[in-house]
T-cell receptor, first 115, second 116 residues
Framework: AQSVTQPDIHITVSEGASLELRCNYS??????LFWYVQSPGQGLQLLLK??????LVQGIKGFEAEFKRSQSSFNLRKPSVHWSDAAEYFC?????????????FGQGTTLQVKP | EAGVTQFPSHSVIEKGQTVTLRCDPI?????LYWYRRVMGKEIKFLLH????????ESGMPNNRFLAERTGGTYSTLKVQPAELEDSGVYFC??????????????FGPGTRLTVT
């Protein structure tokens, strides 16, 4: 069965420190992978996506993610975290077929940023 | 360009009552999706419309949930009668229906439903 695991429910980092949020997926074919962020009171915003090609993808707000097929992972990284990055982050895999395109989400990781 | 909007932002109802949630997708987006997040759990797919047609409703929990998208524009999700376990945040998303861009879903802010 298709699934996404985000092992870390909650992470705290200091402002200016680097960040890595982990995501592992289980999917039978080549996956379409996404990272979304939800700030308080906001909808989910797409940070970046991987469909094919270069396994290191760049996103908005200075985020990047690397697809590693051998590890079934798609970890999100940022070199220097800003206080405004405090939010909940969701990894998702796209289950796309001829008639539907649903996303399968992980449980989310809440990021707290210390001043 | 306006994003996906949802109404209401928050609804509190008693068990047994009826609630209708509304979603307005981004103009021109033929794909419309409903998802739900129950507290402490992951966001789960409910159903997918292409224009006014239900393409996939495999995630709908039971027949107390009815989704419609008359005219292929906005969509409603009705819960009747509501049960305690229906509490959660209901998200709507939309995407274009054009090749790979159809995979990029844009989400609304969600409706928080509390059933007491």
């Amino acid at each position: 069965a298709q699934s996404v695991t985000q092992p870390d429910i909650h992470i705290t980092v200091s402002e200016g420190a680097s960040l890595e949020l982990r995501c592992n997926y289980s999917y039978g074919a080549t996956p379409y992978l996404f990272w979304y962020v939800q700030s308080p009171g906001q909808g989910l915003q797409l940070l970046l996506k991987y469909f094919s090609g270069d396994t290191l993808v760049q996103g908005i707000k200075g985020f990047e993610a690397e697809f590693k097929r051998s590890q079934s992972s798609f970890n999100l990284r940022k070199p220097s975290v800003h206080w405004s990055d405090a939010a909940e982050y969701f990894c998702a895999v796209g289950s796309f077929s001829s008639n539907t395109g649903k996303l399968i989400f992980g449980q989310g990781t809440t990021l707290q940023v210390k001043p | 360009e306006a994003g996906v909007t949802q109404f209401p932002s928050h609804s509190v109802i008693e068990k047994g009552q009826t609630v209708t949630l509304r979603c307005d997708p981004i103009s021109g987006h033929d794909n419309l999706y409903w998802y739900r997040r129950v507290m402490g759990k992951e966001i789960k797919f409910l159903l997918h419309f292409v224009k006014e047609s239900k393409q996939d409703e495999s995630g709908m929990p039971n027949n107390r949930f009815l989704a419609e998208r008359t005219g292929g524009t906005y969509s409603t999700l009705k819960v009747q009668p509501a049960e305690l376990e229906d509490s959660g945040v209901y998200f709507c998303a939309s995407s274009q229906d054009a090749g790979v861009t159809s995979y990029e879903q844009y989400f609304g802010p969600g409706t928080r439903l509390t059933v007491t």
